[in-house]
């Protein structure tokens, strides 16, 4: 009894994927033989919807194209792999133009708001075909605007993770001042993902500039927590095992008493007063000493 119940429920969902099938192919049909009247309107209400303003109507229509075609290959194959290689590569362009996700998003739904209404047209006669057709039809278009909304979405979040750090770069720059001297002004708060990126980025610099002494001004920085200080002691420590001295500047009287505070190991740090103070102290440590240039024939000395 149980085998006939299972046997006969195989045949039945055999029958419907076959049935899912049939429709899907018929619709692939239609949308390919009406693709110039579809593709027109969907384009017509994108720009009467005033997505993607920031291309041209010759650039909405040549995506719509894309994306219809696109669509329409995943309702005939099944397979989202072309789609989800061409909404990457469609982010990629459009993203740097300022297009916004719900953007994206509302064209998907428009589109499959235009292809709905051609299905309701054709089929209007036939409400039980109509329904069947909507039956296969609805779960193929939730599935291509899901992928075209989440590759979108990936590519955005990718963009906006290389503009956070290209930003943390510039505000943290290794500046070499000459042979075997670097400063690294630090402005702005530190947390601590800057501090790592901060550490990284100053043992590259050590190492590519075989620096001597590192001098590290955080006269810019309002405050640092125990984490942070913490982290900075952790970078001279690895400074000097790369074989530079660091040089701390800039701390305010804030700053100091937190470090005094949270028992932060005040031998490790070497620290001078201001900028100009570390640049000597850094300049003594390498040997380098001030000379005032000769006068010249009439000149008075000074």
Do not use: C
Request: proline share 3%.
């Amino acid at each position: 009894m149980t085998t006939d119940l299972r046997s006969r429920a195989a045949e039945i969902k055999h029958t419907d994927a076959d049935a899912t099938a049939a429709l899907l192919r018929e619709l692939v049909a239609h949308l390919r033989k009406n693709r110039t009247q579809l593709r027109e309107e969907w384009a017509r209400r994108i720009t009467e919807s005033k997505l993607l303003m920031a291309m041209t109507r010759e650039e909405i229509f040549a995506e719509a194209t894309s994306v219809y075609d696109n669509y329409v290959e995943v309702l005939e194959t099944g397979s989202v792999e072309a789609l989800q290689a061409y909404a990457r590569n469609l982010s990629e362009r459009i993203i740097p133009r300022g297009v916004e996700t719900h953007e994206v998003l509302g064209i998907v739904l428009l589109l499959r708001d235009v292809l709905a209404r051609s299905l309701f047209k054709k089929y209007q006669a036939d409400f039980g075909l109509l329904n069947a057709v909507l039956d296969a039809y609805e779960p193929a278009a939730n599935r291509i605007a899901n992928t075209v909304a989440v590759g979108f979405v990936q590519e955005r979040e990718r963009i906006i993770r290389q503009q956070q750090e290209a930003i943390r770069e510039l505000s943290t720059p290794v500046l070499q001042v000459r042979d075997r001297l670097l400063i690294l002004p630090i402005i702005g708060v530190i947390d601590s993902l800057r501090a790592r990126q901060l550490t990284e980025q100053l043992l590259r610099g050590i190492r590519a500039n075989r620096a001597k002494v590192v001098v590290v001004d955080i006269t810019g920085v309002p405050s640092v927590d125990a984490t942070v200080a913490n982290h900075l002691v952790q970078t001279v420590d690895a400074s000097r095992l790369m074989g530079a001295n660091v040089i701390v500047t800039g701390l305010s009287s804030e700053i100091a008493q937190t470090l005094v505070t949270i028992g932060v190991d005040l031998s490790k740090i070497n620290a001078v007063g201001d900028l100009q103070g570390g640049i000597e102290e850094a300049e003594r440590l390498l040997g380098y000493s001030v000379t005032m240039p000769e006068p010249k024939p009439g000149e008075v000395k000074a």
